[in-house]
């Protein structure tokens, strides 16, 4: 997976996508902007708020010094192009207010990148912001903050952090310790640190670099819970090695709302080891991080809702249950969290499912952000539950009738996870489909 889809940039050139976005921290920042520059279509506009080192000129196709705007007026960009002010002291300097707004009304008009180094870091793998730092412009649409890896297990100092004393009082650690993930998770996660003069409009970004072996790409992706809690996503990876995996939030959305006709019972209140099977479906989604989980009633409503009021659920009643499965759909699918980044559908009616598959398709589609991720049993039966990226989102809320998300399948690439348990074949329709579902449990 390149960079920019893992930062989930646009390369649409048919509306403006908010393809602005400003880079602080340490570990790999400007090595992540010439990266991403690379793999966009050009032009694309690269500039700084405070301080490049003039060695990066190379990196660029051309280079403009810009005192003011009328500098720019004339040009014609192309490729990757690096605006700064005047060098000194083999600096580049930042550009001006007006440069900067001028850059920004033209990276707008033509619907092309702008990246911003924000910050300096003096290529350590660490830092702490300084109080003048970062120099983020309110116009920012994302802001990815970069933290190398390769700083962990190594003395909180110079040779490895820059401002090794501000890390230690937002972290603390003391002076000379080994940097450990649970140190660099809190000085990410800090107002004065990671999180500092984030725009509250922009996506806020982490990229764990230097994820140069299993061993730091486990430690990052454990790391990626923590961070969520305050970041819309986390990259882990490698620039050096262009392999990267993204986390982001996954929901759980559980159709709930049939009426069981069939069964002649209200299939979500049957028991599955002592608990309703809302509640095990609930409880599933709740213990393997999904977030939020949504819960959609709408035949015996109340019953059901009784059986879950007290987990941190979110309850939708869809008045409309009756029109079929796609209007239950659309009622989770319109509840959930601008920043969601997939969603994964369980049925009240297969509390068999387990946190392995869940886990599963979430750690699969991390890696290439794949459209839908399904489970293949015994290599060529499609099962449940299945995982829709936020791509697919817009169209499965024009879903109608008595349809499910397969409906969409044949516009988006379908990628299929091999799975062993064939228990995921099961549903409950009939009651002699819940003795069936009964008598495998006990094998």
Not at 49 to 54: C, E, I, K, M, N
Not at 329 to 348: C, D, H, Q, Y
């Amino acid at each position: 997976m390149q960079l920019s889809q893992a930062l989930r940039v646009s390369t649409s050139a048919n509306k403006k996508q908010g393809n602005i976005f400003a880079f602080v921290g340490a570990g790999g920042k400007t090595t992540a902007i010439f990266q991403l520059a690379c793999e966009l279509p050009p032009p694309v506009l690269i500039t700084t708020t405070t301080h490049l080192g003039s060695w990066q000129i190379p990196l660029a196709d051309s280079h403009i010094v810009a005192r003011e705007a009328s500098d720019l007026a004339e040009l014609e960009f192309r490729g990757v192009t690096l605006i700064g002010g005047p060098i000194q002291d083999d600096r580049i300097t930042s550009v001006s207010k007006d440069v900067l707004y001028w850059l920004h009304a033209y990276a707008q008009k033509h619907n092309i990148a702008l990246l911003i180094e924000a910050d300096g870091s003096r290529q350590k793998a660490l830092k702490t912001p300084n109080d003048h730092e970062p120099v983020i412009p309110e116009f920012t649409d994302a802001v990815v903050v970069v933290a190398g890896l390769g700083g962990l297990g190594k003395p909180l100092n110079d040779e490895y952090v820059h401002r090794p004393q501000l890390f230690s009082t937002l972290s603390g650690l003391p002076l000379n310790e080994l940097i450990t993930s649970n140190a660099l998770v809190r000085v990410l996660t800090h107002p004065n640190g990671g999180l500092k003069n984030i725009p509250s409009h922009a996506r806020r970004i982490v990229l764990l670099n230097q994820a140069d072996t299993p061993e730091l790409q486990s430690i990052g992706g454990k790391m990626s819970a923590s961070l969520l809690e305050h970041f819309d996503s986390v990259v882990v990876g490698s620039l050096h090695r262009s392999h990267f995996q993204t986390f982001e939030r996954t929901a759980g959305i559980i159709l709930a709302a049939g009426a069981s006709t069939r069964f002649g019972q209200p299939k979500q209140l049957l028991d599955w080891h002592g608990e309703p099977f809302i509640r095990v479906a609930a409880q599933t989604a709740l213990s393997v991080g999904l977030s939020p989980v949504v819960v959609v009633t709408g035949a015996n409503a109340d019953e059901v809702e009784s059986k879950i009021k007290d987990l941190p659920v979110m309850i939708v009643r869809n008045e409309n249950w009756q029109s079929g499965q796609a209007s239950s759909i659309r009622s989770g699918v319109k509840v959930l969290p601008k920043e969601t980044g997939s969603a994964i559908f369980l049925l009240a009616d297969q509390p068999q499912i387990t946190t392995d598959v869940i886990r599963a398709l979430m750690e699969h589609h991390a890696m290439q952000l794949y459209p839908i991720v399904a489970p293949l049993v015994m290599m060529e039966r499609r099962a449940n539950p299945v995982l829709f990226d936020r791509v697919t989102l817009p169209d499965l809320l024009k879903l109608e009738g008595d349809v499910g998300g397969r409906a969409i399948f044949s516009k988006y690439p379908v990628e299929y996870l091999p799975w062993h348990d064939d228990r995921l074949l099961l549903d409950v329709d009939k009651p002699e489909d819940y003795q069936r579902l009964l008598e495998d449990d006990t094998l």
